[in-house]
């Protein structure tokens, strides 16, 4: 029943930008952590930012600082990811997923555990 399905990527150039999108259903989607999760080519997957339920909280892989912005929209069911500065290195499959506790995950730090992550959408930027 927990359906997430991305949209937004793309093929950029270097220095490019983009903006994915999640949009998510089957679950209560303003008492849940949301994160975004990539798989670059030949390699596991790692997330790349994560959001707490109000929105007021973030935190992101070292790689992507300051080039990527999370954010959530709750009365539409709806997460983002503002991708700037674009580097051949962000080339793979992102998905959403929502936090593996769902709605008993009550303090405020990540549990790094996540799952029901959509069918990705893929981001190429050339090198």
């Known amino acids: 029943q927990v359906q997430l399905v991305e949209s937004g990527g793309g093929l950029v150039q270097p220095g490019g930008s983009l903006r994915l999108t999640c949009a998510a259903s089957g679950f209560a989607f303003g008492s849940v952590w949301m994160y975004w999760v990539r798989q670059a080519p030949g390699k596991g997957f790692e997330w790349v930012s994560i959001i707490n339920k109000g929105g007021d909280r973030t935190w992101y892989r070292d790689s992507v600082k300051g080039r990527f912005t999370i954010s959530r929209d709750n009365a539409k069911n709806t997460v983002y990811l503002q991708m700037n500065s674009l580097k051949a290195e962000d080339t793979g499959v992102y998905y959403c997923?929502?936090?593996?506790?769902?709605?008993?995950?009550?303090?405020?730090?990540?549990?790094?555990?996540?799952?029901?992550w959509g069918q990705g959408t893929q981001v190429t930027v050339p090198s």
């Open positions: 997923a929502k936090d593996k506790y769902g709605t008993t995950w009550s303090i405020e730090a990540p549990s790094y555990d996540y799952d029901s």
